[in-house]
């Protein structure tokens, strides 16, 4: 009986990688964000183009291949004890986010504003850390914090001088010891509690003066609870704190005078939903040294000093979230093809690209006006414009990061994409410093305030007057909204909406090309499109917008 010849041997490799997008890093994250380029040079910061460029070439490489995601990946670890029992209360973190935190220091996204005397600072920082917010968001929260510290500290002379050198050198120690001794800190901040939230006039922690009867730059006792308090290894905190006048703002630093630790005892670390490379805590204050800040019973508005620059970040890095969002997203479809095309090619897909595209480049031109606002002093469009811009920017975010990450189909939803750290970490900044309701509020309290506020705002939707009958009919119809006052509070998200789409209207019709300038207003003011991203109208040039957002 003869036996059959075997078949064939088939050599064909069952693991042949086609059809794959090749890795994104290295990348300059600057230079190949043409809107941002673009935007630099406008609003007055052209003179850093080489420096920020340097820093997109920096943070596009190993930190965008490994220290992000190594820093998310190998969370923080609280320790309130050491092995013989005594209170330490540290946390531990992956090298690759102190990796970061140097760089970030090493670039002074912590202290630009404050250290150079160039016109510009402020868009020439918002410029950088627009890049490096797209490489990794946790690291961001204390160089903001320490950032926007400065603007409260000043109010009170004597801890600015003690504070500010060390806040702003380009270095930084992540270790528990002397900030003189180190020659650099970094802030954060202790504002919420657990049964009052945004409502900081009930916090229930309390300041009594060590002697007399205390006043801006002495010393206080604190006691008390902290239900959230970011980066909790900085060497000084801002701390709002109940005293005989009201609200007090206190600066307590985490080593004392005498090179003793101060009673900081974190109680846990929270278990967050994104942001996993920042660790956030609960903090209790028993006998808490600390010097007050500004004047007795002024702490909200000396603390407003800071979180109205921690609000210009929280735009700044929604922005940032958006724009990596969208580079994954026309990087895959670019490189990845489907029935015959590549996606980008694809009809459908192309007007999913465009539209993603288009929020990208409204919240980084808004960004970096509202940048500009700052450096020039301009006060009723910096308060009204920064409350507006985190209401929409960090609102819009999530929605970009979840369709831009199915863009990348089942390859989106794998942690290995970076695409699910970019969802988890796009609700943060529209929580962070005041919810939705509380900054659509804020625009409400502004105008109370500060009619005026409101004419400065018209006064800069107006230079894009004539420009678009659609715009000009949507700024009409936003006029009327503020016809009835006794009923906007209920419509206060509307009209906030609809100040932010005319304010990036007038921007990109001003400043980007026609396409995306159109594109914008057909879709956002006249309502030529749907509820979900890739709606466009029929007619709009998607290529030309879809080639501005490439990271070529």
Partial sequence: MSVAEPAAHHTAETHAVTNQAPPLAPLNLFTTNAPLVEALEREGGGWATARVTELGAAYGDVPLREWGPQANENE?????????????????FHPAYHSLMTLSSQFELHSLPWTTTEDGAHVARTAMYLTSGQTEAGHGCPITMTFAAIPALR??????????????????????????????????????????????????????????????????????????????????????????????????????????RNVFRLQRLKDKLGNRSNASSEVEFDGTWGRMVGEPGRGVPTIIEMVGHTRLDCIIGSAANMRAAVTNATWHAAHRAAFGKTLIDQPLMQNVLADLALESEAATALAMRLARAYDEGDVALRRLGTAVGKYWVCKRTPAVAVEALECLGGNGYVEESGMPRIYREAPLNSIWEGSGNVNALDVLRALAKQPETLEAYFAELGTAAGADPRYDAFVDGLHAAFADPDAIEVRARR?????????????????????????????????????????????TDFRAIIDRAMPA
């Fill in 155 to 260: 109010t009170t002379p004597a801890l600015a001088a003690e504070w500010e050198p060390l806040l702003t050198a380009p270095a930084y120690d992540g270790t528990l010891r002397p900030a003189a001794e180190k020659g650099s800190a970094k802030c954060g901040m202790g504002m919420t509690e657990k049964q009052g939230g945004s409502d900081v006039r009930s916090n229930t922690t309390t300041a009594v003066p060590v002697s007399g009867s205390g006043g801006p730059g002495e010393e206080y006792l604190i006691r008390g609870h902290k239900w959230f308090t970011s980066a909790p290894m900085c060497d000084l905190f801002l701390v709002l704190a109940q005293t005989d006048e009201g609200v007090g703002c206190f600066a307590v630093p985490r080593i004392l005078p005498d090179g003793s």
């Fill in 76 to 92: 923080p670890v609280l320790r309130t004890h050491d092995r013989y029992g005594n209170r330490i209360d540290e946390v531990e």
């Fill in 495 to 539: 009209v906030v909406e609809h100040l932010a789409l005319a304010w990036q209207a007038s921007l990109l019709l001003r400043h980007a090309p026609h396409a995306v300038a159109d594109a914008f207003c057909a879709a956002r003011l006249a309502g030529d499109s749907g509820l979900a991203f890739g709606t466009l109208p029929a007619g």
